[in-house]
């Protein structure tokens, strides 16, 4: 009989969002006429700006005739899309960025766990807590913990706790590690790094060999100057740092897939018997053997982010949902509510008010005021006593749930 991986056994019961899904599901089947207003999960509303849905009708238009058909396309993306990411994201704004050194991929989330694949089980690695879960949830999945304690928290990761305790800065790991994730604008708080913050990570990496996996999925929210949007601002960051981007948000590519990641050249890592080699080349072999690119018509909609036009109405886009998480944070303030994040990111993180564990304030916010929102817990056990809230909805829904939410904790 086949046997399985018994390491996705040691997994919790229920992924947070599945989980989200079926008590919101349950509520709804027994209060049918409820408008239930979703803030939960981090999904776009709005439609995709009009030079991107145009550059798409135009590929679209080339893959119907002989002439200009298309079929499979570098497995890395194509050159006209890696050119421009590189340009625009990276030399534009003084960072050395190859266009090879972009690798265009279906989603961060993807990637993020995908990245995984090169490198060995024994290495140790540190996640801030509370996190995305995708970064632990893909390590147990691999074989790099053991089981999970009565908090959540897995046998063989470091856990760096981000609270209000420590201004949601995270203290550099007391051992050494290996591998590092790091998420600026954070999700789930909302908070970002400050490049002085940054420079403690990469110097700490170099010191120690490790490696940065840097998710910067929500850096287009980013509204203060003097807030890095790229871990690579920081001298020697390519030395030590992979970094995950995204068109899901600031374009709205939640449901068209696509993404990068950018593998500098100079990256090493080390072999088991203690050879140096570069991260770069094997990173390529794997996205090649298991991934057969992004389709053409999504990459030419991507590369229209970076036309006149694209920029214009992104940054229209981008204003909305910031504008979005302006009234939730202002509304819950109003009723005495700690609020953090919201300024440079799309999600609004508070405390529970009454000190009520977090699913305990999801279901009183579901049953007593028909909104869903995202229990701390959820993204570990220094999540416990917060919640979190997306700025993805309609103006409408937001201004709703701001007045349901008053009425709620009053």
Not at 109 to 133: E, H, Q, R, S, W
Not at 319 to 330: S, V
Request: hydrophobic share 35%; glycine share 10%; proline share 5%.
């Amino acid at each position: 009989m086949a046997l399985i991986n018994d390491h996705f056994l040691k997994l919790k019961a229920g992924y947070l969002f599945p989980e989200i899904g079926r008590r919101v599901s349950q509520f709804c089947e027994a209060n049918p006429d409820a408008n239930v207003i979703k803030l939960g999960i981090g999904d776009v509303t709005e439609p995709l700006p009009t030079a991107i849905t145009e550059a798409m009708h135009s590929a679209l238009n080339e893959m119907s005739q002989h002439e200009t058909f298309r079929g499979y396309g570098p497995e890395q993306g194509y050159d006209f899309l890696r050119s421009a990411i590189a340009r625009n994201d990276y030399r534009d704004r003084g960072i050395d960025i190859a266009d090879d050194e972009i690798f265009v991929s279906d989603g961060s989330k993807c990637d993020t766990g995908n990245i995984l694949d090169v490198f060995g089980l024994d290495n140790k690695v540190a996640v801030t807590d509370p996190v995305y879960p995708v970064y632990v949830d893909t390590n147990v999945m691999a074989g790099r913990t053991g089981e999970a304690d009565d908090d959540g928290r897995y046998e063989g990761l470091v856990y760096i706790p981000v609270t209000e305790e420590n201004g949601f800065k995270p203290a550099l790991p007391s051992e050494p590690v290996d591998l590092i994730y790091l998420c600026y604008p954070n999700n789930p708080t909302g908070t970002v790094a400050s490049k002085e913050t940054l420079k403690e990570w990469v110097d700490y990496a170099k010191k120690n060999d490790s490696i940065i996996l840097y998710d910067a999925a929500y850096e287009a929210f980013i509204t203060e100057e003097d807030i890095p949007r790229s871990i690579y601002e920081i001298e020697g960051a390519k030395d030590v740092a992979i970094e995950f981007r995204s068109f899901s948000k600031n374009a709205g590519f939640t449901g068209t897939r696509c993404a990068f990641t950018v593998v500098p050249k100079t990256l090493k890592g080390k072999t088991s018997s203690g050879e140096l080699t570069e991260i770069h080349p094997i990173w390529n072999r794997r996205h090649c053997t298991k991934f057969n690119g992004v389709s053409y018509i999504i990459q030419r909609g991507a590369e229209a982010v970076y036309s006149d036009e694209g920029k214009k109405q992104i940054a229209e886009l981008i204003q909305f949902y910031l504008t979005n998480a302006q009234l939730l944070r202002e509304g819950l303030e109003s009723v005495g509510i700690t609020v953090y994040g919201g300024v440079n990111a799309p999600y609004v993180w508070l405390k529970t008010p009454g000190g009520s564990t977090s699913w305990d304030f999801f279901d009183q916010l579901l049953e007593k005021g028909h909104l869903v929102g995202t229990p701390g817990s959820g993204f570990g056990a220094s999540g416990e006593g917060y919640f979190r809230l997306s700025a993805f909805n309609s103006r409408e829904n937001v201004i709703e749930a701001v007045k349901r939410f008053q009425n709620v904790v009053s």
